[in-house]
């Protein structure tokens, strides 16, 4: 039996990966880098988009999930790790075992963490997570002072060692937003506090993405840019990826299913929100919303839909957005046929839709159209070294 091979791809630039991050190890420097690598690789591929940051000069790596951290041990990827996001019950053990920092942001995660650290004889390092006014995860102010003395209890204890301070921005896309500048003071007094009371800080990390970009005052020790690695710009409003010398590392293509001529007064999918005018050529594209294609990018007769480069021009989704395909309008002179491929976002060097313009369509941001490309959709990759 032949192989089978699946009828879209995200085709995934690594030389653009290791380019980005070289790129923010300009703009964060002194500091280091963390790149994130959370959600898959912000659907890039975690293993492969890790290893082209580490090898554009990042010196740490971020994963919110546990089991995201563990595949990169697994992997060989030795690197400095920090993972930040869990429930009670989470595998620290094992954590601690593969020297994965751990983020400690609520009082049972310390207490869990230290079981932890005691089960396995080991000692654990742990980065204390301060909400300075996002809101999410990590202590209030407040609480930091009794976080801070059972921490260095137990480091005292040699069961861990508090080895980073950290927070995370609420509004670091409005770079003049009061917030900023409140939160960067809230996390000052932090550090202040910690080093007071005696931790011996490695890092401290406030800045992700916007901030690393466009904010050099609040890099500290550490920056934990995520999209920005993946060669989008997290600001839109401020610069494109060019504008900050980025460039984006994910081309979504497809191939057309069929073409076919139909008559004007065709309806075209589900419910027919979209009927043709003319007589026209109708084209199949296998792509749908169980591949992460939003469904609000479907297109109506007033409107098209989600943006599709073809044969060097740009269409839309004509008609609702399937499960498993989308139907494009060709026009009555196309030429196209089956097997020829489309695009339906990538660098826009060519004219092609980019995810930003995904993400004006549907009213979303760039990071959730490039995350919800879902696992069925295979990964290719070029610049491996």
């Avoid at 990042?58 to 869990?86: K, M, N």
Wanted: aromatic share 6%.
């Amino acid at each position: 039996m032949g192989a089978v091979t699946y009828p879209a791809r995200a085709v995934v630039d690594l030389a653009a990966i290791r380019a980005n991050t070289a790129r923010l190890t300009e703009l964060a420097g002194p500091a280091a880098v963390l790149a994130v690598v959370k959600a898959d690789g912000y659907g890039h591929g975690l293993v492969p988009a890790a290893r082209a940051a580490l090898a554009g000069g990042a010196t740490w790596l971020g994963t919110a999930q546990l089991d995201e951290a563990l595949a990169l041990r697994a992997a060989g990827v030795t690197a400095p790790l920090l993972s930040w996001l869990y429930a009670p019950g989470a595998a620290f053990a094992d954590a601690i075992r593969a020297d994965v920092d751990l983020s400690v942001g609520a009082a049972w995660t310390l207490v869990e963490v230290i079981d932890a650290a005691r089960a396995t004889g080991r000692t654990a390092r742990v980065h204390l997570k301060v909400d300075t006014g996002l809101g999410r995860n990590g202590v209030t102010p407040v609480e930091l002072p009794a976080m801070l003395d059972a921490a260095l209890g137990a480091e005292a204890e040699g069961l861990l060692r508090v080895v980073g301070i950290w927070s995370h921005f609420a509004w670091a896309d409005d770079p003049g937003h009061p917030t900023v500048r409140s939160q960067a003071g809230v996390f000052a007094d932090a550090i202040a506090l910690a080093e007071s009371r005696g931790a011996r800080l490695e890092v401290r990390h406030l800045a992700n993405s916007a901030a690393t970009l466009t904010d050099p005052s609040v890099h500290f020790d550490l920056v934990r840019p995520g999209l920005a690695v993946y060669g989008l710009s997290p600001v839109p409003h401020l610069g494109d990826p060019a504008h900050y010398g980025l460039r984006p590392a994910m081309r979504l293509e497809a191939d057309l299913a069929l073409t076919k001529v139909v008559p004007a007064g065709q309806g075209v999918s589900y419910g027919h929100a979209y009927t043709t005018t003319r007589d026209t050529v109708l084209g199949l594209v296998p792509i749908g919303y169980a591949d992460g294609l939003p469904r609000h990018a479907s297109g109506t007769a007033d409107a098209w839909g989600g943006p599709i480069q073809v044969g060097g021009r740009r269409l839309g989704v004509a008609g609702r957005v399937c499960m498993d395909q989308v139907v494009l309008d060709l026009g009555p002179d196309a030429t196209e046929t089956a097997g020829d491929t489309v695009v339906l976002f990538g660098a826009g060097d060519d004219g092609e839709p980019t995810a930003e313009d995904w993400a004006q369509v549907v009213g979303t941001i760039s990071y959730e159209i490039v995350t919800r490309i879902g696992a069925r959709v295979p990964r290719v990759y070029l610049g491996e070294r």
